[in-house]
């Protein structure tokens, strides 16, 4: 009995430095980061889709990045990204990263766009149709962010859905007369088409976004991104 207590009283002499060295070692698996592999959120949106995505898994493939895309919601989206559940998204507005968030931009500027609103035919079209409250209006969520504006600040009743294509189906089918999204100007012409009128009514660049246990990045991704926009640009001169 004696020799086994012994035995035990020295494999915890043995342990216990063991155990210590581990809780204060800097190498941690919670300090270590995967810069081999990305899960970039998307938003359901159709410009996102086409244009940005894969302009932007050219950029991370350049640097020897792997990417997974995965589609989220605009607030969801955020949250993920905010909390290192994803590693960046694809595109946002320029005001996601504030100082009490853990989200980065990545410059440069992708492009530039403007949370617009879109009036059915018909229906009366101006600034003044948010301040209005018999009017109804179908919006993509996090509006009032994008607006810096509380949503007891404007008088209009602003329902807030987070699929884009939901928001412009309850649009074209009469069910609401204005409704308010992002866009980067591309979807103008579509617009103009459907018989939609537009009205900007805050402006933004819009930016890729990464979190930032990944700000180390920021340099390579930045050039890589840029290398990519000066691409398209031979390519459409």
């Given at each position: 009995?004696?020799?086994?207590?012994?035995?035990?009283?020295?494999?915890?002499?043995?342990?216990?430095?063991?155990?210590?060295?581990?809780?204060?070692?800097?190498?941690?698996?919670?300090?270590?980061?995967?810069?081999?592999?990305?899960?970039?959120?998307?938003?359901?949106?159709?410009?996102?889709?086409?244009?940005?995505?894969?302009?932007?898994?050219?950029?991370?493939?350049?640097?020897?990045?792997?990417?997974?895309?995965?589609?989220?919601?605009?607030?969801?989206?955020?949250?993920?990204?905010?909390?290192?559940?994803?590693?960046?998204?694809?595109?946002?507005?320029?005001?996601?990263?504030?100082?009490?968030?853990?989200?980065?931009?990545?410059?440069?500027?992708?492009?530039?766009?403007?949370?617009?609103?879109?009036?059915?035919?018909?229906?009366?079209?101006?600034?003044?149709?948010?301040?209005?409250?018999?009017?109804?209006?179908?919006?993509?969520?996090?509006?009032?962010?994008?607006?810096?504006?509380?949503s007891r600040a404007l008088k209009a009743n602003i329902f807030e859905f987070d699929d884009f294509h939901h928001v412009i189906d309850l649009l074209l089918s009469g069910r609401f007369d204005y409704a308010i999204m992002?866009?980067?100007?591309?979807?103008?012409?579509?617009?103009?088409?459907?018989?939609?009128?537009?009205?900007?009514?805050?402006?933004?660049?819009?930016?890729?976004?990464?979190?930032?246990?990944?700000?180390?990045?920021?340099?390579?991704?930045?050039?890589?991104?840029?290398?990519?926009?000066?691409?398209?640009?031979?390519?459409?001169?």
């Amino acid at each position: 009995m004696k020799r086994k207590c012994k035995f035990l009283a020295s494999s915890a002499k043995k342990i216990f430095p063991l155990f210590i060295t581990l809780l204060f070692s800097p190498f941690k698996v919670v300090a270590e980061h995967d810069d081999s592999h990305f899960v970039i959120g998307e938003l359901n949106h159709p410009r996102v889709n086409n244009f940005y995505k894969p302009l932007i898994e050219r950029a991370y493939r350049s640097i020897g990045i792997e990417v997974t895309f995965e589609k989220v919601g605009g607030e969801r989206g955020l949250r993920l990204l905010n909390q290192g559940m994803t590693d960046a998204d694809v595109v946002r507005f320029d005001v996601v990263a504030q100082p009490d968030n853990n989200i980065v931009i990545v410059p440069p500027a992708l492009s530039h766009g403007a949370s617009f609103l879109l009036c059915i035919r018909g229906a009366k079209c101006s600034k003044d149709v948010i301040e209005n409250p018999d009017n109804a209006i179908a919006a993509t969520t996090r509006f009032f962010f994008n607006m810096g504006k509380q949503s007891r600040a404007l008088k209009a009743n602003i329902f807030e859905f987070d699929d884009f294509h939901h928001v412009i189906d309850l649009l074209l089918s009469g069910r609401f007369d204005y409704a308010i999204m992002p866009s980067d100007h591309s979807e103008e012409d579509i617009f103009r088409r459907s018989g939609i009128e537009f009205i900007p009514l805050v402006e933004h660049e819009i930016v890729h976004v990464i979190h930032k246990k990944h700000s180390h990045l920021v340099g390579d991704l930045s050039e890589a991104i840029a290398k990519q926009l000066a691409l398209l640009d031979q390519q459409q001169n």
